[in-house]
């Protein structure tokens, strides 16, 4: 059974930082692209950043330079580091395998709420 669970979501003010992190059972993780992608409310998914398995990364303009994705392949782990967070990365985060983004494969996680708010 494929398990993707993501922790580290919370209320963060403006201009801080948070670390997300996807726990990942039930698959061979260091073959799979992971990917963070995020939706807002009434918005789409979007994509937020991806991490493929040689290691190579790609991020929305929206994050460039604010966030950083990683991978750990002995502890089946991906994170996100999120900083100088903006109101506007408010939103759902879900840790996915679906890339590209126009794949229609992937598993997914549950999701972790990221609220940036004074």
């Known amino acids: 059974q494929v398990q993707l669970v993501e922790s580290g979501g919370g209320l963060v003010q403006p201009g801080g930082s948070l670390r997300l992190s996807c726990a990942a059972s039930g698959i061979i993780f260091k073959i799979y692209a992971m990917v963070w992608y995020r939706q807002a409310p009434g918005k789409q998914r979007e994509l937020v950043a991806a991490?493929?398995?040689?290691?190579?990364?790609n991020y929305a303009d929206s994050v460039k330079g604010r966030f950083t994705i990683s991978r750990d392949n002995a502890k089946n782990t991906v994170y996100l580091q999120m900083n100088s967070l903006k109101p506007e990365d408010t939103a759902v985060y879900y840790c996915?395998?679906?890339?590209?983004?126009?794949?229609?494969?992937?598993?997914w996680g549950q999701g972790t709420q990221v609220t940036v708010s004074s």
């Open positions: 996915s395998t679906r890339w590209p983004v126009s794949s229609r494969d992937g598993y």
């Open positions: 991490i493929t398995s040689g290691g190579s990364t």
